[in-house]
């Protein structure tokens, strides 16, 4: 078992930026490749970012390419997930995922979520 912990959700203007973290604890967080989605009222859950378990690899969906960063301290069993340049419609509520098979962009593809938490962006 894997038990995710997200933080650093809250509220920010426009143009303002926010860092999310995710604490992992359990099995031995550098086996797992790492996912970032989100969730908007009355949406699906959307990918993202993604890394792989040495960190060396990084995915991002094109609507957050260039803007969002994820990065990863095995060390301290977190991910993390800078967010810049936000915009109203990154508001929703943030999870972490983690899976034991490579870096996906799909839902299915992680074995362990966290609880989320919120992100809202104001005009």
């Known amino acids: 078992q894997v038990q995710l912990v997200e933080s650093g959700g809250g509220l920010v203007q426009a143009g303002g930026s926010l860092r999310l973290s995710c604490a992992a604890s359990?099995?031995?967080?550098?086996?797992?490749?790492m996912g970032w989605f989100r969730q908007a009222p009355g949406k699906e859950r959307e990918f993202v970012a993604a890394?792989?378990?040495?960190?060396?690899?990084?995915y991002y969906a094109d609507s957050v390419k260039g803007r969002f960063t994820i990065s990863r301290d095995n060390a301290k069993n977190t991910v993390y997930l800078q967010m810049n340049s936000l915009k109203p419609e990154d508001t929703a509520v943030y999870y972490c995922?983690?899976?034991?098979?490579?870096?996906?962009?799909?839902?299915?593809?992680?074995?362990?979520w966290g609880q989320g938490t919120q992100v809202t962006v104001s005009s």
């Open positions: 890394i792989s378990w040495s960190g060396g690899t990084t």
């Open positions: 995922a983690a899976s034991q098979f490579s870096m996906s962009t799909r839902t299915d593809n992680y074995n362990y």
């Open positions: 359990g099995r031995t967080f550098s086996n797992y490749a």
